[in-house]
């Protein structure tokens, strides 16, 4: 019923930036927050940042000051900017959504595909 698919993921070197985008699509009737994880090799999934309906924001602690979240309600995207980007930013990186769906008025979360990024001179 809702798929969510990630974009701009790539090869960057230290310190460049790089910008990912996530479109809902679907039988959505609303979303709610919207986030980013991460998946570096050999390690578990980390939670990065997240955005409320409101666009209120949250980051761990390892990207405050680099990334930035925003969103587009009428898209029903979400976006992250990556600035001053290091080898241990390099993972897979997932979108989340939690998602009203308009058949059921029921709200269940969404993962994406995932995309890399790889940082490395």
């Known amino acids: 019923q809702v798929q969510l698919v990630e974009s701009g993921g790539g090869l960057v070197q230290p310190g460049g930036s790089l910008s990912l985008s996530c479109a809902a699509s679907?039988?959505?009737?609303?979303?709610?927050?919207m986030r980013w994880y991460r998946q570096a090799p050999g390690k578990q999934r980390e939670w990065v940042t997240t955005?409320?309906?409101?666009?209120?924001?949250n980051y761990a602690d390892s990207v405050k000051g680099r990334f930035t979240i925003s969103r587009d309600n009428a898209k029903n995207t979400v976006y992250l900017q990556m600035n001053s980007l290091k080898p241990e930013d390099t993972a897979v990186y997932y979108c989340?959504?939690?998602?009203?769906?308009?058949?059921?008025?029921?709200?269940?979360?969404?993962w994406g595909q995932g995309t890399q990024v790889t940082v490395s001179s």
């Open positions: 989340y959504a939690t998602i009203v769906v308009t058949s059921t008025f029921g709200r269940d979360g969404y």
């Open positions: 679907g039988k959505i009737f609303s979303i709610y927050d």
């Open positions: 955005i409320t309906f409101g666009a209120g924001t």
